[in-house]
């Protein structure tokens, strides 16, 4: 199955949360998730084109950029399964910021 954005809405394959601590601590499977006491991060797999700002009467163009890996807020967007990986749809004003390593 394939899924494109619409408008300014990113597609974003979500990490896999932390099964052990930095600390060293391994974490239960149906206890405390990385998604619960973290922001939530994952890569861009799809952009939508943009948005269309009426008062310009053009389209804004996207800031984000496939591959990019992003910081988004906990409780945005639309979980998704696709080919059997977890994503989540969101709207580009969900994201907080690119991870750039």
Excluded: C, H, W
């Amino acid at each position: 199955m394939k899924f494109k954005p619409v408008s300014d809405n990113v597609l974003v394959v979500l990490d896999k949360p932390v099964e052990k601590t930095e600390s060293g601590i391994f974490l239960p499977s149906n206890g405390v998730t990385e998604k619960d006491s973290q922001a939530r991060t994952g890569v861009v797999v799809a952009v939508g084109d943009g948005y269309f700002d009426p008062s310009m009467n053009k389209l804004r163009p996207m800031m984000l950029k496939v591959g990019q890996r992003v910081v988004f807020t906990k409780f945005a967007g639309t979980d998704l399964r696709i080919n059997g990986e977890d994503m989540i749809v969101l709207g580009e004003y969900d994201i907080q910021g690119i991870i750039e390593e």
